[in-house]
């Protein structure tokens, strides 16, 4: 194949990819009291947990199979981390919604987020700036003394990185939220539709 065609596959391939990230992420309309999982620990408590249903594989996009890590495309051989190998990596990707209420007198602060549905989990928060979004992995989420945090569609969601399995409209799966103060709480999420 030539050069050229193996640029173009590549940037294909990458929009490919952003799209699927923009779709997991992009901004819809929130129902931040609808039926979501809740619940609570100390003086925390979380609710309306919702995620969009998602298909776990994508059939016709999946890497061909034969040596893993690599791919032979006729003469070429791309090997796992290389600029094209990453471009076609398809980590499916879902975005997971609630609210963090704090009952406390303290401020407390969102760690981490951890579900067994998704190979890896991160906190993000979309922005929107000149028409256009984009979201930036945050570390942790302040949820101030007596106040809440909103995690919905155009700001903080947590993201599903490498879902295991498809999420259906009425399943529910568990995701452990630990803060600072209060520790971890356990939530059930509830995929429901857009
Ligand atoms: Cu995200």
Not at 101 to 117: E, P, R
Not at 139 to 168: C, I, K, Q, T, W
Request: charged share 15%; aromatic share 4%.
């Amino acid at each position: 194949m030539s050069l050229r065609f193996a640029r173009t596959l590549l940037v294909a391939s990458g929009i490919i990819a952003i799209i699927f990230i923009v779709a997991a992420c992009g901004s819809g309309d929130a129902s931040p009291t609808a039926s979501g999982g809740s619940a609570s620990t100390g003086d925390i408590v979380v609710t309306g947990a919702w995620t969009r249903p998602m298909t776990a594989s994508m059939p016709g996009m999946s890497m061909p199979s034969g040596s893993p890590g690599s791919m032979d495309m006729g003469h070429m051989t791309m090997p796992s981390g290389s600029p094209m190998a990453m471009g076609m990596d398809m980590s499916v990707t879902d975005a997971v919604y609630f609210t963090i209420k704090n009952n406390g007198k303290t401020a407390d602060q969102l760690l981490s987020a951890a579900a067994d549905v998704a190979g890896s989990t991160e906190m993000h928060q979309s922005t929107l700036a000149n028409g256009i979004s984009s979201m930036k992995p945050v570390s942790e989420v302040d949820v101030p003394a007596g106040g809440s945090v909103s995690f919905d569609p155009g700001n903080y969601h947590v993201m599903l990185v490498g879902l295991h399995r498809d999420l259906n409209v009425g399943d529910r799966f568990d995701l452990t939220l630990t803060f600072k103060q209060a520790g971890a709480v356990k939530v059930s999420v509830e995929v429901r539709p857009n």
